[in-house]
Nanobody, 126 residues
Framework: QVQLVESGGGLVQAGGSLILSCTAS????????MGWFRQAPDKEREFVIA????????RYGDSARGRFTISRDNAKNMIYLQMNTLKPEDTAVYYCSSGPRIITRDGQYSGGLEYWGKGTLVTVSS
């Protein structure tokens, strides 16, 4: 069972930037794909972005395009989410996720990820 631990959340002003980190407890196929979801108050969990181990395949959710980037440090079993030009509507709990594969269609997550972190809260003030 892979354990995923997020860090880096906090309070930031609109227009600012923030970097989230996620550390996996082990390597292997369970973290072939690692990525991020978010859930705002009273909303469903939303796919943000994910990347394969090689870094050659990045999948973007609608919210990530143009402002968010993902990177991996495979030696440390870590991923990072760089968030720029943050908006109040980016306020959410951000969850790290991993799995052997990912299926997305038109920016929407369809399946493949199996493990989840407990989340880190990002609050963007206006």
């Amino acid at each position: 069972q892979v354990q995923l631990v997020e860090s880096g959340g906090g309070l930031v002003q609109a227009g600012g930037s923030l970097i989230l980190s996620c550390t996996a407890s082990e390597s292997g196929s369970a973290i072939n794909v690692m990525g991020w979801f978010r859930q705002a108050p009273d909303k469903e969990r939303e796919f943000v972005i994910a990347q394969t181990r090689s870094g050659n395949n990045t999948r973007y959710g609608d919210s990530a395009r143009g402002r968010f980037t993902i990177s991996r440090d495979n030696a440390k079993n870590m991923i990072y989410l760089q968030m720029n030009t943050l908006k109040p509507e980016d306020t959410a709990v951000y969850y790290c996720s991993s799995g052997p594969r990912i299926i997305t269609r038109d920016g929407q997550y369809s399946g493949g990820l199996e493990y989840w972190g407990k989340g880190t809260l990002v609050t963007v003030s206006s």
